[in-house]
């Protein structure tokens, strides 16, 4: 496909994932042209790039060949990642490090020789020390807590690295690099089911799975707390940051910080069924987290628009969806 001359050239890495699916979609409707590069496709057909390269970022010749001297910015977002049940059980740990932090030092040595400046970097919550997040109704993650550094995961750990090795290459080869900090980012077509799927994903399944009247599973007491930010919100952070003289890193996410009980009878009371919840022992992370805005507030002017009732109706319907039909299969 032929691009004009002001059409801007962008490269999502992990177009074929949940975030970068949605990116992508709105990089088009900015008028973008788009690149996507993964391992996959998108398997809930959030394909929208001009061209897509189905490719290991792991492998830098794949890398060699997806960042082009001709691209105006490059959106990272391939990662090794899942749910708790993925993140925390410690057996992905070497693979989560390895798998991340070569595609981030891929990325940025081809940036560097191709003269490519902007790039933008998806680091998480999960960079910050576990010593703040251990009373449920007062964590604490303003970006200066981020130091002395004590993630609770190996996967907090490389993103913490990552974020480091960024702004290396931004002091010393000048790159104009963004970073966030996502929290919790969920809604339609995320995964639901398989394993990967996060907390938000994996409650909306299992209450559209139960009967009225049934039982479902919710790992921990259920009083460790979280907050979750709706996708199109996080996308509209993302480019808020993107347009701005700022680097970050900053916190995107929601400050309303919820019990993953209360999370649980939210989904229910939308479902209109009469369901009980039991705690059982499961992987749940620290015990408290909730995103601190107040730096994106004072230099991006962003906050979410809506509360978070609104996004998890639009969740729970599209996962309800996805069931029925995988039920009539
Ligand atoms: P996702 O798993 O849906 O997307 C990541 C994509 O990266 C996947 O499609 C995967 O196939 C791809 N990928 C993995 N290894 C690859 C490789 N070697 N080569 C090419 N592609 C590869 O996850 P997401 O929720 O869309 O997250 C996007 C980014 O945001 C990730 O970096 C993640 O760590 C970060 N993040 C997400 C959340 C969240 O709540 N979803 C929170 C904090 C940070």
């Known amino acids: ?28 409707q900015d008028g973008y042209w788009v690149r996507g590069v993964d391992v996959k496709q998108n398997e809930f057909g959030n ?17 060699a060949e997806v960042v082009t001297d001709d691209l105006f910015e490059v959106y990272q977002l391939a990662a090794d990642m899942g749910g708790a049940g993925f993140v925390f059980t410690g057996t992905n740990d070497a693979a989560i490090m390895h798998n991340s932090a070569l595609i981030n030092l891929n990325v940025l040595e081809e940036m560097v020789k191709k003269g490519i ?13 576990e010593y703040n997040q251990l009373d449920p109704d007062n964590p604490k ?40 900090r996502f929290h919790n980012i969920f809604g339609p077509q995320g995964t639901w089911i398989g394993g990967r799927e996060k907390a938000p994903a994996a409650v909306c399944r299992k209450v559209a799975a139960a009967k009225d009247g049934g039982v479902i599973d919710i790992w921990g007491d259920g009083k460790q707390t979280r907050s ?15 347009e701005s003289d700022f ?50 507030k004072e230099k991006l002017g962003w906050a979410p628009s809506e509360p978070l009732v609104a996004g998890v109706s639009k969740t729970y319907a599209w996962i309800a969806e996805q069931l029925e039909n995988l039920q009539m299969v």
């Open 1 to 28: 496909m032929l691009t004009s001359m002001a059409q801007k050239k962008a490269l999502v890495c992990g177009a074929g994932g949940f975030i970068g699916g949605h990116l992508v979609k709105c990089l088009k």
């Open 141 to 180: 993650c303003s970006e200066e807590s981020a130091y002395p550094a004590a993630p609770d995961s190996d996967y907090g750990w490389e993103k913490l690295f990552s974020e480091r090795l960024f702004l290396a290459y931004a002091r010393n080869h000048g790159l104009d690099v963004k970073i966030a």
């Open 247 to 296: 680097s970050g890193p900053v916190n995107i996410g929601s400050e309303e910080m919820i019990s993953i009980n209360h999370f649980a009878e939210m989904v229910i009371g939308i479902s209109g069924k009469n369901i009980t919840i039991n705690n059982i022992s499961g992987p749940t992370g620290v015990r408290g987290r909730n995103s601190d805005n107040t730096l994106i």
């Open 47 to 63: 394909n929208y790039a001009d061209e897509f390269v189905t490719g290991d970022l792991r492998n830098p010749q794949v890398v």
């Open 117 to 129: 400046k902007k790039v933008f970097y998806s680091s998480s919550a999960c960079i910050y020390p």
């Open 228 to 242: 979750f930010l709706l996708v199109d919100e996080c996308i509209v952070g993302i480019k808020k940051l993107m």
